[in-house]
């Protein structure tokens, strides 16, 4: 019987090859497009997942009260960790990290520069990534100790196992000896480095790591089996008082844990807790994704409920014979889940033909985990909610039939009825309605992404070189300049502690004639050197640049417009202040330019003066000249810091790579909605050929009494296009409140014009519009002649 049942529906399928392919087509781009962003979300939801013990891991933040306003984040005291072990006895083991640093390997006639950072000697206990030679307690334990990934292993020593116990040269300057190797991190991976320092080395670089009043590196800590999360925070609360000395009337700090398994998705806070995150991103395509399915499986029912008179017949006669309802409604199903199997035939192939494109719009490595069962539930529970949900109601309605009265004619089938006809009415308007949506969220997403790279950031960043200060050039940068700005094609050189497009450097020790004594305000500091404002192209609205012509300038400052507004200066220029107790003068006030993501508004800034190379060196050049400038700069470059690679970044990049989560999202929404609309249209089509078929002679009797092509195709259309615009009226708050939700994440933000639905609607209805004129037309210009002889 069952194969009686398959013969019948692969017969159907043939006898019907449009409307079969149209569904068909429909459903594989459905699963196609859900199957796809499954994976994005997949590997998405493992970064911080993938270790041992990764629900006991947790980053220690720090949520910081100061003048007012809360922010929060994950700079923490260099000496917490070992306090936290020593306090907390539900603290297994802890580690700091430092930040991200490049530095040359050198050994023998090698060199590169690879990224990586000072770390706890906890560390691999916490993280339990593979380590292919040493062990995790003396990984990092002692002084002059380095732990190498595989790759780094690989390049100087050829195998994991013969890097152990070897020397690698930094910066050419020290020498640092392999204590273990580590696998390869994977890019689920919460960080990402290429090798790890040991901790001790880089307290004795930065002292100030061991006072409780500065925060820069990050904590990890993981808890003992048994212990209680909520425990911990309640004694990390307040555990900085009496630790830092900053602590007054208007200034603390409370400390909190954050799981490692939340940390990526969960990144932003606003007002100091959390807000989202790429969380958001995730949800967004997840609803997307959903979308694409739905408007698929739609497509499938409205084409299955159109087409079920033509089977009413049959299955009178098959009721007549004795078949029973349960059989007919598995009849049914079983066809729709034969078209829907090979729809999902047509779908893996179509993942993998286009999964290497996608990865490369992504930036990642996905790939079909055949191997995983969780896919292949994944795959089954896919086939049989589509499968189901799309054969079901033809199913149901198909198997009620009288048997004697479709014999003789008597009963509309629901494919022609009022109750189907106004159900599929409505699928179409749920149909159009996602689609609105998805057409408004993706001109929204554009319009914010134009915003940022458009953005008058109070600086130049165009033509803005970024260079590292390492190896030879701190005691040559003088040089170094005065020889770049003889080169043509370079316009002006400064350098600058932090790079433009983030500075998350902030403190609480500024100081003026007035402030309360009591009270700790925030402001975000940098050093720059001379020339600053000249090559950053930021306005000076009073007062001078950092000068060599005034030697006081070591203590003086900069400061913008929000610092002065903060401090309560009206005129700062020549007022005093004082940083780090190190008093100085305001010589000149900046406009107010971003230093940070737009997701933050522009906080108080001060520069101080740092004349020599300390941190990036800026330079600009003049405009059409950048590949000359680079191809003199890198000279240059080789000749003072010959033993170092030269290697560089403009400033427009970095900006852009801030913002690579939002671009790519954008990306993926413009792609998957543009997807939705064409496989909305492709059941629309298949609708609209079967409504102008039903209505053949109807047609061919309306042109023998005279009607136009024109009166025709209006006739036919004009039912579909009222269902459009009930589609646009719907989904025009409901895509107003979405998208004015997820604005609200930025700082500064597009506002959203009534010309954005408008626009959306009108595509819509131009969609549909073209969609359906092709079948309406086709039909129009049929000869009435040949629809009638039949009568």
């Not at 891991?57 to 720090?62: G, P, S, T």
Request: aromatic share 12%; proline share 4%.
């Amino acid at each position: 019987m069952i194969r009686n049942y398959f013969k019948i529906a692969w017969r159907n399928f043939l006898r019907n090859k449009a409307f079969s392919a149209i569904n068909v087509l429909g459903l594989a781009f459905g699963m196609a497009a859900s199957l796809l962003i499954f994976l994005w979300i997949s590997d998405e939801w493992s970064i911080g997942r993938g270790y041992q013990n990764a629900s006991r891991i947790y980053r220690v933040m720090e949520r910081e009260f100061t003048d007012g306003k809360v922010v929060a984040d994950d700079d923490t005291p260099g000496i917490l960790a070992d306090e936290l072990k020593r306090q907390f006895p539900e603290v297994l083991y802890a580690a700091g990290l430092s930040w991200q640093e490049g530095h040359l390997l050198s050994l023998n006639e090698k060199s590169e520069r690879f990224n990586g950072c000072f770390a706890g000697s906890d560390w691999f206990h916490i993280y339990s990534v593979p380590l292919l030679a040493g062990t995790p307690k003396t990984a990092l334990s002692a002084p002059g100790s380095l732990s190498i990934s595989r790759k780094v292993a690989e390049h100087y020593f050829g195998t994991p196992a013969a890097a152990l116990g070897k020397s690698i040269q930094f910066d050419n300057s020290k020498n640092y000896q392999v204590t273990a190797v580590f696998e390869n991190l994977p890019a689920s991976s919460s960080d990402q480095y290429d090798f790890l320092l040991s901790w001790d080395q880089f307290i004795a670089r930065e002292p100030w790591l061991k006072e409780w009043t500065n925060a820069g590196p990050k904590t990890r800590l993981m808890l003992r089996e048994e212990s209680d999360r909520s425990v911990v925070d309640a004694g990390l609360k307040w555990f900085l008082k009496g630790r830092n000395t900053d602590f007054g009337k208007t200034f603390h700090i409370n400390l909190f844990l954050q799981p490692e398994t939340e940390a990526y998705l969960y990144s932003n806070f606003k007002d100091g807790y959390l807000h989202g995150g790429r969380i958001d991103h995730v949800r967004l395509l997840a609803v997307v994704a959903g979308f694409l399915l739905l408007i698929a499986v739609i497509n499938f029912m409205n084409l299955a409920t159109a087409r079920a008179g033509r089977r009413a017949r049959e299955v009178g006669v098959r009721k007549v014979v004795g078949a029973g309802r349960p059989s007919l409604i598995g009849q049914f199903m079983g066809e729709a889940m034969l078209l829907t199997c090979l729809a999902m035939l047509l779908a893996i192939l179509t993942i993998i033909l286009v999964l290497p494109s996608f990865n490369q719009l992504t930036d990642k490595a996905l790939v079909l985990p055949f191997k995983q069962s969780y896919f292949w539930a994944i795959l089954v529970v896919m086939l049989l909610f589509t499968g189901i949900l799309a054969g079901s109601y033809p199913a149901l309605f198909l198997s009620a039939l009288n048997p004697l009265k479709t014999l003789k004619g008597m009963l509309a089938v629901p494919g022609s009825s009022s109750g189907a006809h106004l159900f599929r009415r409505g699928l179409v308007v749920f149909q159009f309605v996602m689609s609105m949506l998805l057409i408004v969220s993706t001109t929204i997403v554009y319009q914010q992404l134009e915003f940022i790279r458009n953005k008058n950031l109070g600086y130049n960043r165009e033509n803005l070189i970024i260079l590292a200060s390492d190896g030879e050039l701190p005691k040559n940068y003088q040089t170094f300049k005065q020889e770049l700005l003889k080169t043509t094609g370079i316009q002006s050189v400064t350098n600058m502690y932090t790079n433009p497009v983030g500075n998350g450097n902030t403190t609480e020790g500024i100081k003026w004639p007035g402030k309360d004594p009591q009270a700790a305000i925030s402001f975000n500091n940098t050093a720059a050197g001379y020339d600053f404002a000249e090559t950053m192209k930021v306005k000076l609205i009073d007062g001078r640049d950092f000068s060599p012509e005034f030697a006081s300038d070591s203590s003086n400052y900069l400061i913008n417009q929000a610092a002065a507004k903060r401090i309560g200066y009206k005129n700062p220029v020549g007022q005093p202040l004082t940083m780090w107790d190190r008093p100085g003068k305001i010589v000149g006030l900046l406009q107010d330019f971003h230093f940070n993501s737009l997701h933050e508004p522009i906080r108080p800034l001060i520069i101080r003066l740092a004349p020599g190379p300390y941190g990036n060196i800026l330079i600009r050049t003049e405009p059409g000249q950048t590949a000359q400038a680079l191809a003199s700069l890198e000279r240059l470059y080789k000749k003072i810091n010959p033993n170092f690679p030269f290697k560089y970044s403009f400033v427009d990049s970095d900006y852009e790579y801030v913002y690579r989560s939002e671009n790519i999202v954008g990306k993926l929404s413009t792609i998957f909605s543009g997807l939705a609309i064409f496989i909305a249209c492709l059941g629309l089509f298949g609708l609209a050929a079967f409504t102008a078929e039903q209505r053949i002679k109807e047609i061919g009797v309306r042109k023998v009494l005279g009607a136009s092509v024109a009166s025709i195709v209006a006739l036919l259309s004009g039912d579909f296009l009222k269902l459009v615009c009930a589609a646009i009226l719907i989904a025009t708050p409901v895509s107003w409140f979405v998208m004015n939700e997820w604005l609200t994440t930025y700082a500064y933000k597009i506002e959203i014009g009534w010309w954005v639905f408008a626009l959306a609607g009108m595509l819509s209805l131009g969609i549909a519009l073209f969609t359906i004129s092709f079948q309406s037309i086709k039909a129009a210009l049929m000869d009435p002649v040949k629809s009638l002889k039949s009568e």
